[in-house]
């Protein structure tokens, strides 16, 4: 028998080791390269729905704040009207004095 | 293709970004102008008051004029006797209305006889036309070059013109 030259057999196998490893190195390339992008897409969806939701706050504040002055101002007319009526007497007797005897002009 | 994603993404976002801006803008001017018609209805308010104030003093001064003769004769002297210290000395016409005519008649010798033991020299005529107001009196010089308006209409008017923020004081419950 002669001699076996295991030289290319262990070359093979190195070979095909190194393919495995550079396999594997690229699967694990492959979902960092997910995970990274799905931690991105992630991230901007979150951006973007803290976005709305502070916007929504504003579009809701000012139109809060819109009603709340309507309301205000209707509620210093009707006060205005209230005190308005309880010195409407005094106020008419003001001015018939002031037309008949005032010294004002 | 990378490249014109991004540019579609880019103007998208910035498209968005422009509406969400105008939308803000919209909602700040809604705040202003309720902020506005407010205050406007406010003063249409005060101004109603006021009108209602100056009618019933107007429907008042109405009835007293007819009603309270004894007490308006004092008045129209009155008002008189201060148009004739604001115009001077000299020869006056008295306008009336024609209700009133007789009453400043009557009272026209006396206040000439008034002035005269103050020292002030007055003529005075009762004019022949009568003028259409509800009271007072409106005295011209003789020449016609001066004019004094002190008929309870114009009075009115300068209580309105002058006096309102007092006449709202009061309406508000303060004090003139």
Do not use: C
Not at chain 2, 68 to 78: C, G, I, N, P, Q
Not at chain 2, 150 to 174: D, F, P, T
């Amino acid at each position: 028998m002669g001699e076996v030259n295991f030289e290319p057999l262990v070359e093979e196998e190195l070979e095909a080791e190194r393919i495995i490893e550079e396999a594997r190195r690229r699967a694990e390339e492959i979902v960092r390269e997910a995970e990274r992008r799905a931690e991105e897409i992630l991230k901007a969806r979150v951006e973007e729905a803290d976005e709305k939701a502070l916007e929504a706050e504003e579009e809701r504040r000012l139109r809060e704040e819109v009603e709340r002055i309507k309301r205000e101002y209707e509620e210093k007319v009707r006060a205005m009207r209230k005190v308005a009526e309880r010195n409407f007497e005094r106020a008419v007797r003001y001015v018939i004095e002031v037309v008949l005897h005032g010294k004002s002009r | 293709m990378r490249e014109a994603e991004r540019r579609a993404e880019e103007i998208l976002k910035a498209r968005v970004e422009e509406a969400r801006r105008a939308a803000r803008r919209k909602l700040r001017l809604e705040l202003h102008r309720a902020r506005l018609e407010g205050s406007t209805r406010l003063q249409k308010v005060k101004n109603e008051l006021l009108e209602r104030v100056f009618d019933e003093a107007t429907a008042r001064l109405r009835e007293f004029v007819e009603r309270s003769r004894e007490e308006y004769a004092r008045v129209l002297r009155d008002l008189i006797v201060e148009a004739l210290e604001a115009l001077g000395e000299g020869e006056f016409v008295v306008l009336v209305n024609k209700r009133d005519w007789n009453l400043a008649g009557s009272m026209l010798p006396s206040i000439e006889e008034e002035a005269r033991r103050r020292g002030r020299s007055l003529k005075l005529h009762l004019g022949e036309e009568a003028v259409d107001v509800m009271g007072g009196a409106v005295i011209l010089s003789a020449d016609g070059r001066v004019i004094y308006n002190n008929s309870l209409e114009a009075r009115l008017e300068h209580v309105k013109n002058m006096l309102a923020g007092e006449v709202l004081r009061i309406l508000m419950g303060g004090e003139p």
